[in-house]
C-alpha cells in the first residue's frame, strides 16, 4: 500500500456523508474506499468490497468496462468525465462519472478516485421527453389543421407544416414574429383582442368565421380555436388552431344554388292536379337529392278535351340531368301544340334530344293522350312501361316498344292501339326508382309488389295510393340510402 493511503480515512466520514457514489482504487484497481452509498446501492458491506476487484463484485462485462476507464485515468494522469452502467436489483442504472488521479507530494499517481452519479431518471425523462416531442412532432406534421404556438409575450414560436402551406408563409419567417400579423387590419381588432384576453383570463375562445392573412396579402376564411397553455397554473402562452373553410364555403354556396333551385324546380311540376272529367289524377315525385332528374306533366291535349299524361326520367342525378328535365318539359309543351300522336311526339322529341344531350345521357319517356269522353288511352314509350290494375284485379302491363329518347336519331316509335279504362280501373305510370328500390340485403322492391300496394288501397285516392306505394318502397329498403328519384302518376277511372 502507498504510504499516501493511510491518509485516506481522514475522507471517509466526508463520503458517507454525500449522496453520490464514492469510491478509491489503488493502482492495482483493488478498492481501498467505498463510502455509504456504495454499499447501499450495491448491495456490498465495506469489508467485502475493500481490497477486491470490480471482476470480484460486477459482471464481466461491466467490471471490463470500469477496467477500461480507470486505466485511462492512470494512463494520462488527466480527469475522465464518462457514462458507466451498474447493476441495481431494478435493473441496470446509468451513472455519470468523474475519476480523477491521486498524487502523493513527488507527483507520483498512487490511486484513482471516482464519484459517480446515478443519472438512470435523468436519461429516462430525457428519453421520454424526447419520444413525446418526436410524437407531438409527427401529430403536429399529421393533422390537417394549421397550428400556431404563442408564447407569453406575443410572439409566434410554433408553426406546423399545415399553416405553413396554408399561410404560404415559411416558417422560418413566421416563426419570432409577434401574432398580430396573422390578421388583417380590418379584422386585426377582434382577433388579436381574442388572444390578449386569453392571455390575461386563460379562457378558451372559438371564432366560427374569421379571415387571417397569408404571406402574399390575400385572405383565406378561417375558423379557429385558441387555448390557453398553463404551466404550474400559469399562462405562458396560446395554441392557435385554425382551418381552411374554403371548401366548406364552397359546398354552401353550392348548397344554396341547389337549394334555389330546387325552389325553382318545384314549382315546375303541375301545381294542382288535373281537372279531367270521369277521372281522379294525382302526380308526385320524390327526388334523391336536391335536384331532381325525372319529370311529369298533365296538359291539355288539342281541342277535343284530351289531355297529356307524360312522365319521364333522365339517366343520372343531380345538377345536370335537372337541367335536361327542364329541357324535356319545354320541348313536350311544344310538340303537343303540333300533333296529336303520342308516337309523333316521341320522335320529334328524341331530334332534338339527340342534338343537346351529352353522350351517354338519355330520357325515357312515357306520352298517355287520354280522351276523357271515350275513356280512350293511347300512349307512346321510349323505354319507360307503364300498367292498369283493372277492376277485377287482373294487372295488365302497358309495355315499352321503343328506345331512350337521345341516343339514336334516326329511332322509330309506335302509338299503341287504343286502351279503354272502365270505372274502378287504376292506370299508374312510376319511374324506375320504385321498383329497384334496394333493401339491405339487396333484393328489388319490384313491380309485384308495386301493384299489390296499388291493389291493396284501390279504394284510397289517388293521391294516398301513390304516397302509400312510396312509403311502402322506403320501408322495403329499411333505411337503406334511396338511389334513385321516384315519380308516378296514379289515374283513376271514376265513371
Given at each position: 500500500?502507498?504510504?499516501?493511503?493511510?491518509?485516506?480515512?481522514?475522507?471517509?466520514?466526508?463520503?458517507?456523508?454525500?449522496?453520490?457514489?464514492?469510491?478509491?482504487?489503488?493502482?492495482?484497481?483493488?478498492?481501498?474506499?467505498?463510502?455509504?452509498?456504495?454499499?447501499?446501492?450495491?448491495?456490498?458491506?465495506?469489508?467485502?468490497?475493500?481490497?477486491?476487484?470490480?471482476?470480484?463484485?460486477?459482471?464481466?462485462?461491466?467490471?471490463?468496462?470500469?477496467?477500461?476507464?480507470?486505466?485511462?485515468?492512470?494512463?494520462?494522469?488527466?480527469?475522465?468525465?464518462?457514462?458507466?452502467?451498474?447493476?441495481?436489483?431494478?435493473?441496470?442504472?446509468?451513472?455519470?462519472?468523474?475519476?480523477?488521479?491521486?498524487?502523493?507530494?513527488?507527483?507520483?499517481?498512487?490511486?484513482?478516485?471516482?464519484?459517480?452519479?446515478?443519472?438512470?431518471?435523468?436519461?429516462?425523462?430525457?428519453?421520454?421527453?424526447?419520444?413525446?416531442?418526436?410524437?407531438?412532432?409527427?401529430?403536429?406534421?399529421?393533422?390537417?389543421?394549421?397550428?400556431?404556438?404563442?408564447?407569453?409575450?406575443?410572439?409566434?414560436?410554433?408553426?406546423?407544416?399545415?399553416?405553413?402551406?396554408?399561410?404560404?408563409?415559411?416558417?422560418?419567417?413566421?416563426?419570432?414574429?409577434?401574432?398580430?400579423?396573422?390578421?388583417?387590419?380590418?379584422?386585426?381588432?377582434?382577433?388579436?383582442?381574442?388572444?390578449?384576453?386569453?392571455?390575461?383570463?386563460?379562457?378558451?375562445?372559438?371564432?366560427?368565421?374569421?379571415?387571417?392573412?397569408?404571406?402574399?396579402?390575400?385572405?383565406?376564411?378561417?375558423?379557429?380555436?385558441?387555448?390557453?397553455?398553463?404551466?404550474?397554473?400559469?399562462?405562458?402562452?396560446?395554441?392557435?388552431?385554425?382551418?381552411?373553410?374554403?371548401?366548406?364555403?364552397?359546398?354552401?354556396?353550392?348548397?344554396?344554388?341547389?337549394?334555389?333551385?330546387?325552389?325553382?324546380?318545384?314549382?315546375?311540376?303541375?301545381?294542382?292536379?288535373?281537372?279531367?272529367?270521369?277521372?281522379?289524377?294525382?302526380?308526385?315525385?320524390?327526388?334523391?337529392?336536391?335536384?331532381?332528374?325525372?319529370?311529369?306533366?298533365?296538359?291539355?291535349?288539342?281541342?277535343?278535351?284530351?289531355?297529356?299524361?307524360?312522365?319521364?326520367?333522365?339517366?343520372?342525378?343531380?345538377?345536370?340531368?335537372?337541367?335536361?328535365?327542364?329541357?324535356?318539359?319545354?320541348?313536350?309543351?311544344?310538340?303537343?301544340?303540333?300533333?296529336?300522336?303520342?308516337?309523333?311526339?316521341?320522335?320529334?322529341?328524341?331530334?332534338?334530344?339527340?342534338?343537346?344531350?351529352?353522350?351517354?345521357?338519355?330520357?325515357?319517356?312515357f306520352v298517355g293522350r287520354l280522351d276523357p269522353a271515350t275513356h280512350r288511352?293511347?300512349?307512346?314509350?321510349?323505354?319507360?312501361?307503364?300498367?292498369?290494375?283493372?277492376?277485377?284485379?287482373?294487372?295488365?302491363?302497358?309495355?315499352?316498344?321503343?328506345?331512350?329518347?337521345?341516343?339514336?336519331?334516326?329511332?322509330?316509335?309506335?302509338?299503341?292501339?287504343?286502351?279503354?279504362?272502365?270505372?274502378?280501373?287504376?292506370?299508374?305510370?312510376?319511374?324506375?326508382?320504385?321498383?329497384?328500390?334496394?333493401?339491405?340485403?339487396?333484393?328489388?322492391?319490384?313491380?309485384?309488389?308495386?301493384?299489390?300496394?296499388?291493389?291493396?288501397?284501390?279504394?284510397?285516392?289517388?293521391?294516398?295510393?301513390?304516397?302509400?306505394?312510396?312509403?311502402?318502397?322506403?320501408?322495403?329498403?329499411?333505411?337503406?340510402?334511396?338511389?334513385?328519384?321516384?315519380?308516378?302518376?296514379?289515374?283513376?277511372?271514376?265513371?
Amino acid at each position: 500500500m502507498h504510504s499516501s493511503l493511510g491518509s485516506i480515512s481522514l475522507f471517509q466520514e466526508i463520503a458517507d456523508n454525500t449522496s453520490s457514489v464514492m469510491y478509491v482504487k489503488d493502482t492495482d484497481f483493488q478498492y481501498v474506499l467505498v463510502n455509504r452509498q456504495f454499499e447501499a446501492r450495491f448491495g456490498y458491506s465495506r469489508a467485502e468490497v475493500i481490497g477486491r476487484s470490480d471482476f470480484d463484485l460486477f459482471p464481466t462485462d461491466m467490471a471490463e468496462a470500469f477496467r477500461a476507464n480507470d486505466r485511462r485515468v492512470l494512463d494520462t494522469n488527466q480527469l475522465l468525465e464518462c457514462e458507466e452502467v451498474a447493476p441495481h436489483t431494478d435493473g441496470p442504472h446509468t451513472y455519470l462519472s468523474v475519476k480523477f488521479p491521486l498524487r502523493d507530494d513527488d507527483g507520483e499517481t498512487y490511486a484513482v478516485a471516482g464519484i459517480s452519479t446515478d443519472i438512470t431518471d435523468r436519461i429516462r425523462s430525457a428519453r421520454e421527453f424526447d419520444v413525446l416531442r418526436r410524437r407531438t412532432g409527427l401529430l403536429l406534421e399529421s393533422v390537417g389543421d394549421g397550428i400556431c404556438g404563442i408564447s407569453r409575450n406575443g410572439t409566434i414560436d410554433i408553426v406546423n407544416p399545415a399553416a405553413e402551406k396554408l399561410l404560404k408563409w415559411p416558417t422560418s419567417e413566421l416563426v419570432g414574429q409577434h401574432y398580430s400579423c396573422l390578421w388583417p387590419a380590418r379584422h386585426g381588432a377582434p382577433a388579436t383582442d381574442a388572444v390578449a384576453l386569453i392571455l390575461q383570463t386563460g379562457e378558451r375562445f372559438h371564432a366560427e368565421r374569421a379571415e387571417m392573412l397569408r404571406h402574399d396579402g390575400t385572405r383565406l376564411p378561417v375558423e379557429y380555436i385558441a387555448n390557453p397553455i398553463f404551466d404550474q397554473g400559469a399562462i405562458v402562452g396560446v395554441v392557435l388552431a385554425f382551418r381552411d373553410l374554403r371548401e366548406r364555403l364552397a359546398r354552401q354556396r353550392a348548397d344554396q344554388e341547389l337549394q334555389a333551385a330546387s325552389q325553382v324546380q318545384r314549382f315546375l311540376y303541375p301545381q294542382h292536379p288535373p281537372n279531367i272529367p270521369g277521372f281522379e289524377v294525382a302526380g308526385m315525385t320524390f327526388p334523391s337529392e336536391r335536384v331532381c332528374g325525372d319529370y311529369y306533366d298533365f296538359q291539355p291535349w288539342g281541342e277535343s278535351g284530351a289531355w297529356c299524361l307524360a312522365l319521364g326520367d333522365v339517366s343520372g342525378h343531380g345538377l345536370g340531368p335537372a337541367l335536361h328535365m327542364v329541357e324535356t318539359r319545354a320541348f313536350l309543351r311544344s310538340v303537343l301544340h303540333d300533333t296529336s300522336d303520342p308516337a309523333d311526339v316521341l320522335v320529334r322529341m328524341n331530334r332534338v334530344l339527340c342534338q343537346d344531350l351529352p353522350e351517354g345521357m338519355f330520357v325515357t319517356l312515357f306520352v298517355g293522350r287520354l280522351d276523357p269522353a271515350t275513356h280512350r288511352l293511347t300512349y307512346g314509350s321510349g323505354g319507360h312501361p307503364a300498367g292498369v290494375l283493372r277492376a277485377s284485379g287482373e294487372v295488365e302491363r302497358l309495355q315499352s316498344a321503343g328506345l331512350p329518347l337521345g341516343l339514336f336519331a334516326g329511332t322509330r316509335y309506335e302509338t299503341s292501339p287504343s286502351i279503354i279504362l272502365a270505372p274502378g280501373d287504376i292506370l299508374m305510370i312510376t319511374s324506375d326508382g320504385i321498383s329497384e328500390m334496394r333493401s339491405p340485403m339487396h333484393k328489388l322492391f319490384g313491380w309485384e309488389r308495386e301493384w299489390a300496394v296499388v291493389a291493396e288501397r284501390r279504394q284510397s285516392p289517388a293521391a294516398e295510393i301513390g304516397a302509400a306505394l312510396y312509403q311502402a318502397a322506403r320501408q322495403f329498403a329499411e333505411g337503406e340510402p334511396q338511389h334513385d328519384d321516384v315519380t308516378l302518376i296514379v289515374a283513376k277511372c271514376l265513371a
